[in-house]
Nanobody
Framework: QVQLVESGGGSVQAGGSLRLSCAAS?????MGWFRQAPGKEREGVAS???????SYADSVKGRFTISRDNAKSTLYLQMNSLKSEDTAMYSC???????????????????WGQGTQVTVSS
């Protein structure tokens, strides 16, 4: 059983930046960031496999960067040029099966963090 703990959320003005972190308690092959805004379905934001291969949702390409430090078992999401539509609860997720892409469904992930709120004001 892998536990995931997010941190780094908060409130920021449009155009600002935030960095989210997700500490894992053990090995994970694929890790991803998801977000869910009020009244909307959870959507994949970005994913990264153990070897650093990444994929992004079109809505965040060029603004967000996903990375991981395997030695620290920590996942990151650097969010720049934030927009009001980025406001959501952000959660990290992990899976150890083969395959890693941003369009994997939530059901493909075995482990989830509790989430951290990101609020962007315009």
């Amino acid at each position: 059983q892998v536990q995931l703990v997010e941190s780094g959320g908060g409130s920021v003005q449009a155009g600002g930046s935030l960095r989210l972190s997700c500490a894992a308690s053990g090995y994970t092959y694929c890790m991803g960031w998801f977000r869910q805004a009020p009244g909307k379905e959870r959507e994949g934001v970005a994913s990264i496999d153990y070897y650093g291969s990444t994929s992004y949702a079109d809505s965040v390409k060029g603004r967000f960067t996903i990375s991981r430090d395997n030695a620290k078992s920590t996942l990151y999401l650097q969010m720049n040029s934030l927009k009001s539509e980025d406001t959501a609860m952000y959660s990290c997720a992990a899976r150890n099966a083969r395959g890693c892409a941003v369009n994997l469904p939530t059901s493909a992930y075995n482990y989830w963090g509790q989430g951290t709120q990101v609020t962007v004001s315009s």
